[in-house]
């Protein structure tokens, strides 16, 4: 507008000046590229309206309505705006419509310089370009995508989740949950489910016996899984409570695991967390029974099965325990063969010997 005033108080002479597209000329206004070109009788070429050259005198330059209509009065292209080839904006457009190809098309995002190569731009500029177009970063767009087909794959009914998230070339299913909230509006099971059980909250951490998971609900501690690899931990988890929604933890969370970790490394000092069992009443009365034991003393599962009262159910007493979701919370670790043996356990049984040896110490 203000270049409109600027040029009526030039007060104009020629008649492209009196052309309301001579204000564009002066201006070198993006917007109106591709509407028209205008020529320039004395270097015999037409040029975009931005065209960053310097401006012709007035009385040399006509308007045309596109290039054909330039080029039929006998003008040349300029070799410097290039008027006859796609526009910058264009071009700009199809370089990162390939580039989201690209990385739709790879399993992990492509580097940066890598994409920036493929378009021809140093990679400062293609991440600027990138973003200015998509609204993301490459990284963001990688993920987008990645979640939109774990939609897809969950919405058409087939597989499993855990399937779905590695299907969509997610390296690690605790990653996607990270982001799964945000994309999905709600986590995988729950979306498969088509609807949300109960919510809760995980996080993987580290302690002396290797990964562990810990997991609450609205109740309580509802799964301590220990393992060496934090996604077989997530795929437990889930597969424990199919329907339920599962949530990365945030940072009030990791107080939570910090204790649950301070137990497991020292079970002496006892969890004071309430805990969700969820299992059957004989699994509970099991459970109970592993509690009463005290740290550094075994029983046998024939012991626990006279404990509660069904000296013959000692088979029904070993899948209690190994049903049981609250590693060193409930110590099945502390049941043990009538021989002494140190049998099966659900974290294995190099675990089950670390611990049994470090109560037997404390
Ligand atoms: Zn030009």
């Not at 939109?148 to 390296?171: C, M, N, P, Q």
């Not at 996607?176 to 109960?198: I, Q, W």
């Amino acid at each position: 507008m203000k270049a409109m005033n600027l040029v009526a108080n030039l007060a104009p002479v020629t008649s492209a000046e009196r052309d309301p597209r001579w204000a564009a000329l002066v201006t070198r206004d993006p917007a109106f590229d591709g509407k028209f070109v205008y020529s320039v009788k004395t270097t015999g070429v037409y040029c975009r309206p931005a065209c960053p050259s310097r401006l012709a005198k007035p009385e040399n330059i006509a308007f045309h309505a596109d290039c054909a209509e330039a080029e039929r009065a006998g003008f040349r292209p300029c070799l410097r705006c290039r008027p006859n080839e796609a526009s910058l904006a264009e071009r700009h457009a199809a370089v990162i419509a390939d580039a989201c190809r690209r990385i739709e098309a790879s399993e992990e995002v492509p580097a940066l310089d890598t994409l920036a190569r493929a378009a021809g731009v140093s990679p400062y500029h293609f991440h600027r370009l990138f973003k200015s177009i998509t609204g993301l970063t490459p990284k963001a767009y990688g993920a987008a995508h990645r979640s939109r087909r774990v939609r897809d794959h969950l919405s058409d009914g087939k597989g499993s989740v855990t399937e779905a998230i590695y299907d969509a070339g997610f390296g690690s299913s605790s990653r996607f949950y990270e982001t799964s909230n945000k994309v999905l509006g709600m986590t995988p099971s729950a979306f498969r489910a088509g609807g949300v059980e109960a919510q809760i909250k995980f996080a993987v951490g580290e302690c002396s016996l290797g990964a562990i998971l810990v997991a609450t609900s609205g109740k309580g501690v509802c799964a301590i899984f220990l393992g060496d690899d934090p996604d077989a931990l997530v795929r437990d988890l889930q597969d424990r409570f199919p329907k339920a929604d599962l949530i990365g933890g945030d940072a009030e969370f990791e107080a939570l695991v910090s204790k649950v970790v301070g137990f497991v490394e020292a079970p002496g000092i006892g969890l004071d967390l309430p805990l969700d069992l969820r299992g059957t009443a004989f699994q509970e009365r099991v459970w109970q029974a592993l509690r009463d034991i005290p740290a550094g003393e075994t029983v046998s599962y024939s012991q626990i099965a006279e404990r509660i009262g069904a000296p013959r159910a000692v088979r029904a007493v070993a899948q209690a325990c190994a049903a049981n979701a609250l590693a060193v919370a409930i110590p099945c670790h502390r049941v043990v063969r009538n021989d002494g043996g140190l049998s099966g356990y659900r974290w294995g049984v190099e675990r089950k010997r670390a611990l049994l040896l470090k109560e037997s110490r404390s």
